[in-house]
């Protein structure tokens, strides 16, 4: 089946320390986003990519860090710059960026501050 | 700044009842609005309207969308326990730089109860 697998479920991080969260899509989607959902706030955009070698920075990307050096794959880094890093992170894809396509989203990954 | 603003918050309802929820926008350069249900982790795409007044409809799900008050609906009918989560309501517009990115609203919860 096809589809887009974010790891892992839970990440706890410690002060000081970077982590990387993981995305891969097996849609072959051109599109790919980060978002973060917060309780009671909608979902943000963090970063995008349109396509591999390319990416855009969202309403809030200070503090985080992606590659797409592979279609498939979109990681995203949580920086220590990242002051309030405790979220909930989805990662999405679309066919291509605009044209009126419907993004399809994995399951997320939970981060906590230890 | 663009912004969706979705009404309301939260809203609990006993089986078998109607719901309609609410979304409106004030966005430049308006393409379509998404809705999206997200039960516990990845949201799924129910709707994407692209024309006034033209209704979507899935099952017991339909959808409208008025151009020009700038809002959509999102109804319900004979509701389910299983209808039970997040609904978020999405915009796709056109930045100035000619790409398109995804402006979501803040969710309403909606809880059914047996």
């Known amino acids: 089946d096809g589809g887009i697998t974010q790891s892992p479920k839970y990440l706890f991080r410690k002060e000081g320390q970077n982590v990387t969260l993981s995305c891969e899509q097996n849609l072959n989607h051109d599109a790919m986003y980060w978002y973060r959902q917060d309780p009671g706030q909608g979902l943000r955009l963090i970063y995008y990519?349109?396509?591999?070698?390319?990416?855009q920075k969202g309403d809030i990307a200070e503090g985080y860090s992606v590659s797409r050096e592979k279609k498939e794959s979109f990681p995203l880094t949580v920086t220590s710059a990242q002051k309030n890093p405790t979220a909930f992170y989805l990662c999405a894809s679309s066919i291509y960026l605009g044209g009126g396509q419907p993004q399809h989203f994995g399951d997320g990954t939970r981060l906590s501050i230890l | 700044e663009d912004k969706v603003v979705q009404s309301p918050l939260s809203l609990v309802v006993h089986e078998g009842d109607t719901v309609t929820l609410n979304c409106s926008y004030e966005v430049t350069n308006f393409r379509s609005l998404l809705w999206y249900k997200q039960e516990k982790k990845a949201p799924t795409f129910l709707f994407m309207l692209?024309?006034?007044?033209i209704e979507k409809k899935s099952g017991r799900l339909s959808s409208i969308l008025d151009k020009k008050e700038l809002f959509s609906i999102l109804n319900i009918t004979a509701t389910q326990t299983g209808d039970s989560a997040i609904y978020l309501c999405a915009v796709e517009a056109v930045q100035e730089s000619g790409t398109y990115k995804y402006i979501f609203g803040t969710g309403t919860r909606l809880k059914v109860l047996a």
């Open positions: 990519s349109q396509i591999v070698n390319d990416f």
């Open positions: 692209t024309s006034s007044g």
